[in-house]
Nanobody
Framework: QVQLLESGGGLVQAGDSLRLSCAASGRSFSAEDMGWFRQAPDKEREFVAVITSRASGSITTYRDSVKGRFTISRGDVKNTVYLQMNSLKPEDTAVYYC??????????????????WGQGTQVTVSS
């Protein structure tokens, strides 16, 4: 059974940093894209960042509003992915989800592309 477990969320002030972690179990995702999405109250789930496999060069893509502030990376331990979030803003407040198992039915920036999801971790940024 595949499971994705996120951790690292919390309540911080604007300008602070957080590091989210995602640990996957049940199968290997080392050769596949892994991504982060977020969902704020009364809003649709939105793309945050995605990273390709190490074999593909660990290429990263970000939504425009987090470029230069967030960094996605793969851990040295297999099946882990991180999201380093710096200079956090109140508008970053959301539940953050790890995604894996990307299919070809949608681009990697679309939630519909992913089969497996974590339970989410809350990030709250106060002004």
């Amino acid at each position: 059974q595949v499971q994705l477990l996120e951790s690292g969320g919390g309540l911080v002030q604007a300008g602070d940093s957080l590091r989210l972690s995602c640990a996957a179990s049940g199968r290997s995702f080392s050769a596949e894209d892994m991504g982060w999405f977020r969902q704020a109250p009364d809003k649709e789930r939105e793309f945050v960042a995605v990273i390709t496999s190490r074999a593909s060069g660990s290429i990263t893509t970000y939504r425009d509003s987090v470029k230069g502030r967030f960094t996605i990376s793969r851990g040295d331990v297999k099946n882990t992915v991180y999201l380093q979030m710096n200079s956090l803003k109140p508008e970053d407040t959301a539940v953050y989800y790890c995604a894996a198992g990307r299919t070809a039915i949608a681009p990697p920036t679309a939630a519909a592309a992913y089969v497996y999801w974590g339970q989410g971790t809350q990030v709250t940024v106060s002004s």
